[in-house]
């Protein structure tokens, strides 16, 4: 019913998505439509994602208009976001086919929440995702968004497993998911079974749509989270939502300063041509 049936597009800078180890610096051409499997309390894109298709204001965007309107505007990728993207499987699986014909990179944004059948289908055909990993209990799944924890996990896993380049965002939610015990066993979760490789973005939580009374995130456990996960070993720990804290990538090894970002716009790339730190050498995660 919502195929190619576009309820928001724009050119974005990867980062938006985000993604800092993907293409750094780069354009991507972002889509949505509107639906989600999920309907979580704090949406900040309700408006869509709990729209129904006879009243939502939509655009049609077959595939290969979409594929020319990547390529007009010199966008490196093609992104399924703004809603959960298997809500459009069939679009995105169509679309996908058609970048990779083009050397266009494709890239899922996600919830996460979707069958193994779904992944076995647009798998293939996908570079990158950002999964929205939203807590770490099944109370929190299904109290805020009607749904459950553990598939979530298994297809970070599966993705991971795949090759398909993944980065983590969790938002913290002041009384629903930013104990001590909740942010440790995200942590346990990316370090002992996903990777310390895996850039992991901590968001702050603002007040929105059935959560208003609900206050925004401290500053200081967001903080306290980032540097949780860096005390584990995770290598790249990021911070959104929290202006000039926690942005850019930094070596792992040497604490050297290798792609300085201010919001979404990168102060260039301090890599050499073997994707390593120059001043220790040490290899960096990324791809460029």
């Known amino acids: 019913m919502v195929y190619a049936a576009s309820s928001s597009s724009a050119v974005d800078p990867i980062e938006k998505k985000p993604l800092f ?22 949406c900040q894109n309700w408006n869509i994602s709990q729209a129904q298709i006879d009243t939502a204001l939509t655009q049609k965007i077959l595939p290969e208009e979409a594929i020319d309107i990547t390529k007009k505007y010199g966008c490196k990728s093609l992104a399924w976001t703004y809603n959960e993207p ?10 996908a086919k058609l970048a990779q014909k083009e050397d266009i990179k494709t890239v899922y944004v996600t919830n996460g929440y979707m069958s ?6 647009i798998g293939p055909h996908l570079d990158a995702a950002n999964v929205d990993l939203k807590g770490m209990s099944d109370r929190f799944y299904r109290d805020l968004c009607n749904a459950r924890l553990d598939p979530v996990l298994e297809n970070i896993l599966w993705m991971h497993e795949k090759g398909i380049h993944l980065e983590i965002t969790n938002l913290i ?9 909740d942010l440790n066993a995200l942590i346990k979760f990316m370090t002992e079974d996903v990777g310390l490789e895996v850039p992991l973005h901590f968001s702050r939580f603002f007040p929105h749509y059935k959560m208003n009374d609900v206050p925004p995130t401290p500053v200081e456990t967001i903080m306290k989270a980032r540097n949780l996960a860096l005390d584990a070993g995770m290598k790249y720990v990021y911070v959104g939502n929290v202006q000039g804290y926690g942005e850019s990538t930094i070596c792992p090894m040497c604490g050297e300063t290798l792609i300085l970002r201010d919001g979404y ?13 120059p001043g220790c050498k040490t290899d960096i995660d990324i791809i460029i």
């Open 21 to 42: 180890h993907f293409y750094p610096g780069s354009l991507v051409y972002s889509l949505g439509t509107i639906g989600c499997n999920l309907t979580c309390k704090y």
């Open 86 to 95: 298997t809500m459009w499987l069939e679009y995105t699986i169509d679309s």
């Open 116 to 121: 193994t059948e779904s992944l076995e289908l």
């Open 173 to 181: 939610i002041p009384g629903y998911n930013d104990s001590e015990e």
């Open 265 to 277: 716009r990168i102060g260039g790339i301090n890599l050499d041509k073997k994707n390593r730190c």
